[in-house]
């Protein structure tokens, strides 16, 4: 198994940039796509952006491409979403997650979140 521990949220002003980082443990090498979700208030949890673990290929929800970047660190174990220009609609829950290499999505493990709250 694997132990995804996400940092980073708190309360920010629109504008500003945030970085959210997710540190897996355990059993990394199980796992191969690493995403983020946010669930903004009364929302459903939806994907934000992914990460292949060894070829770093990227994925990308339509509606943050422009400000939000997925990036990984290795050597850390760690997977950083870095966000610029925060927006009102940025607040939520924010999410890591990862698909292993057997089971795919059907055995996805998840996080506790971080909760970001964007203020005007």
């Known amino acids: 198994q694997v132990q995804l521990v996400e940092s980073g949220g708190g309360l920010v002003q629109a504008g500003d940039s945030l970085r959210l980082s997710c540190t897996a443990s355990g059993r990394t090498l199980d796992y191969y796509y690493i995403m983020w979700f946010r669930q903004g208030p009364g929302k459903g949890r939806d994907f934000v952006a992914g990460?292949?673990?060894?070829?770093?290929?990227?994925d990308y929800a339509g509606s943050v491409k422009s400000r939000f970047t997925i990036a990984r660190d290795q050597a850390d174990s760690t997977e950083n979403l870095n966000i610029t220009n925060l927006k009102l609609e940025d607040t939520g829950s924010y999410y890591c997650?990862?698909?292993?290499?057997?089971?795919?999505?059907?055995?996805?493990?998840w996080g506790k979140g971080t909760l970001v709250t964007v203020k005007a």
């Open positions: 990460i292949k673990w060894k070829g770093g290929s990227q």
């Open positions: 997650a990862g698909d292993p290499n057997v089971g795919g999505s059907r055995h996805r493990v």
